[in-house]
């Protein structure tokens, strides 16, 4: 069993649509980390939270610490939000978890 | 400030040789973590170091090494190459720790292994 799960797998929608990606996991975290990677491979930190919310621009991360999941909103996508969104969980000790990423393609 | 640099950015290398990669961090920053990524297993994580001191290793073999400098470079090495250790390979540099910082990562080298 993997330490984080995400859903969908793959995700296709209209510009302008919200979009929700969502990750849990099974082990204590100290943090949660959401990333995102383009074509050619570049990942570019969007967040790094431990509770709470936080947003930026269109983007906003949530994450529920009893029930060990965080949710990644984008709101009125766009097709330059093309790219796979990776959640993962930095455990108490030191190491770093991934999910298996979600596919976002963004239609104009 | 210029960001996290690897090189090579391509490499290809045959079985049973070994290849070393190199990564700069951000400067100021002294934390650096190796990933290895690969469309079976998606991103794992190979070990992290701080202040040249190794603090943890992910589940991969001996034959994955690595050190960090004291000006916080690091290097990665893959002993006794086999074909399953083609991948992309990234680093990430933060000013702290794993846990408590945002990870700002390099644009990987592509290892093929023939």
């Known amino acids: 069993k993997n330490e984080v799960e995400q859903s969908p797998q793959n995700l296709t929608a209209q510009e302008g649509e919200f979009i929700t990606i969502n990750c849990s996991y099974s082990?204590?975290?100290?943090?949660l980390h959401w990333l995102q990677q383009h074509p050619g491979g570049g990942i570019v930190s969007l967040f790094m939270?431990?509770?709470g919310k936080k947003k930026h621009g269109r983007l906003i991360a949530t994450i529920n610490i009893q029930e060990k999941h965080s949710s990644l909103h984008i709101t009125a996508s766009h097709p330059r939000d093309s790219a796979v969104y990776i959640c993962?969980?930095?455990?108490?000790?030191?190491?770093?978890?991934f999910g298996t990423g979600t596919s976002l393609t963004v239609i104009p | 400030k210029a960001g996290v640099t690897q090189t090579p950015r391509y490499l290809i290398k045959t079985r049973g040789q070994q290849v070393t990669l190199s990564c700069s961090p951000i400067?100021?920053?002294?934390?650096v973590s190796w990933y290895q990524q690969t469309p079976g297993q998606g991103l794992q994580f190979l070990f992290e170091?701080?202040?040249?001191?190794?603090?943890n290793k992910g589940n991969f073999p001996g034959r994955f090494s690595g050190r960090q400098f004291s000006n916080s470079r690091s290097e990665m090495n893959v002993s006794t190459l086999e074909l399953g250790d083609s991948a992309l390979y990234l680093c990430?540099?933060?000013?702290?720790?794993?846990?408590?910082?945002?990870?700002?990562f390099g644009p990987g080298t592509r290892l093929l292994v023939l």
């Open positions: 990430a540099s933060s000013l702290g720790v794993i846990k408590e910082e945002t990870q700002y």
């Open positions: 082990v204590g975290i100290s943090a």
């Open positions: 939270l431990s509770s």
């Open positions: 993962a969980a930095t455990p108490t000790g030191n190491q770093f978890y």
């Open positions: 400067s100021g920053h002294r934390s």
């Open positions: 170091y701080f202040s040249e001191t190794q603090r």
